[in-house]
């Protein structure tokens, strides 16, 4: 947890660095011409802050905001507004694993979250409810596995006879504890090396998860070698992939609507820059055994200066463009579902003065949002002394450095927790304070 903690300050202390970076060299170059011409290709989140041509955009300063309400009156409306969402969302959590417990599917329970809530945050209830369904099934099996303490303890807890539980517990990091001792960095060592067959690589896996039954490893939800299947795509040792996908078919993808997130970064380790397909046959009998061949994908666009998706997109233009067939389906563009039942539930608003107040509170932090590029949106804009200073810039080498395939973590529940850091991050609650 230190490593864990110790790594989000250092990013977050760089990234601050960059924005500070950014304002001041902006300053020094205000003299720039800023040409004003339209199109319609742009980004949402940069639109305030930027002018466009036909194919690349000009950074235009946008003035500092002064007309900002009382300092204290803005802390007071955010944390109202803060603790207003949060007890929504408790709510929803409460009445939805009530339902969940009375006998409605996860698929139906999810479908009423998002008809009342968000389609991410009925999709992060969902795979907590579909785990919650795979670890009832196998627990006479986890119960016999070395390191499953905190596990049990957390089970126990959520389907004791006078559980407390208001919500669907995530098990995956209490599950990481049942192969915390197998040698996964020599595993990752021989997976990267280039002098070890393929037939030898997926001997090895075999060997160093030997002592786990197949029921474990076969369950799509379950299975540590999920990460190591993507970590393979990562190090591009798709014979290995394609043969611990024919040994455990159960790892095969669901294609439900909210059951994306394997997939989504399996895609994103591909659309990474660099990533090159090498053999288009390998990676079509690898996506057929994936189930993804053909299939639609649910896909949720994140473009967040610390953590984008856009690798996504990337990694279907190349696939489709070596002829094999992955279809991204936008959740914005689908309309929500009619549930079998309604989670009804009362969501308590700011007043219209309060969310006027609010809003004009938000300036400031809109105007700093401006200036939080990520890499590829740097690219998006004409070159002028002002962007190549930034590009120029190490903040701006640590910060693409980060995209690179070889960060991606092996074990999931690592990922997943990014993943959750980053969907609260493009909530509406995302500058807001948790109450205490």
């Known amino acids: 947890m230190k490593k864990k903690a110790l790594s989000v300050i250092v990013l977050a202390t760089v990234v601050t660095t960059l924005i500070f970076y950014v304002t001041n060299t902006e300053t020094s170059h205000t003299n720039e011409s800023k040409e004003t011409v339209n199109t319609t290709n742009d980004i949402s989140s940069l639109d305030k802050n930027t002018e466009a041509t036909s194919e690349k955009k000009t950074y235009k300063k946008r003035p500092f905001p002064n007309e900002v309400p009382d300092e204290q009156l803005c802390r007071d409306l955010n944390l109202k507004q803060s603790n207003l969402h949060y007890d929504f969302s408790d709510e929803i959590e409460l009445k939805a694993l009530h339902a969940f417990k009375n006998g409605y599917s996860a698929k139906q329970v999810a479908d009423a979250i998002w008809f009342v809530s968000s389609w991410s945050q009925a999709q992060d209830w969902y795979e907590r409810a579909m785990l919650h369904e795979s670890v009832s099934e196998l627990i006479p099996v986890i119960k016999s596995l070395p390191n499953n303490e905190r596990f049990l303890s957390q089970y126990n807890f959520v389907n004791g006879p006078n559980s407390s539980a208001t919500e669907v517990l995530d098990y995956k990091d209490s599950l990481d504890r049942l192969w915390a001792d197998l040698p996964l960095e020599e595993l990752n060592r021989k997976i990267t090396s280039t002098n070890i067959s393929s037939v030898e690589t997926f001997n090895e896996i075999e060997r160093v998860f030997s002592n786990f039954p197949y029921e474990i490893l076969n369950s799509e939800s379950i299975s540590p070698l999920n990460s190591i299947l993507g970590f ?21 993808f669901s294609t439900a609507n909210f059951t994306n997130e394997a997939a989504t970064q399996l895609l994103m380790i ?46 279907v233009e190349k696939l489709n463009h070596e002829g094999i067939v992955v279809n991204l389906i936008p959740v914005e563009d689908l309309e929500k579902p009619e549930p079998i039942f309604v989670l009804n539930i009362d969501k308590n608003e700011l007043t219209d003065d309060e969310k006027r107040s609010l809003d004009k509170c938000n300036l400031t932090r809109e105007w700093l949002e401006g200036r ?19 590009k120029s810039s190490p903040e701006f080498y640590f910060c693409k450095n980060q995209q690179h395939p070889d ?9 997943t927790e990014m993943r959750k850091q980053n969907h609260s991050n493009n909530s509406e609650s995302e500058y807001f304070t948790r109450k205490t």
């Open 407 to 415: 960060d991606f973590p092996l074990i999931k529940s690592q990922f």
């Open 232 to 252: 393979l795509v990562a190090k591009k040792r798709i014979p290995t992939a394609i043969m611990l996908l024919q040994r455990y078919p159960g790892l095969e």
């Open 372 to 390: 939080q590029l990520n890499y590829l949106q740097l690219d998006t804009f004409e070159s002028t002394s002002f962007i190549e200073s930034i």
């Open 270 to 315: 591909i659309g990474n820059e660099g990533y090159e397909i090498e053999d288009s046959e390998s990676y079509q009998q690898l996506f057929d055994l994936l189930g993804l061949s053909g299939k639609g994908i649910y896909y949720q666009e994140i473009n967040h200066p610390l953590f984008s998706n856009v690798e996504v997109k990337n990694a």
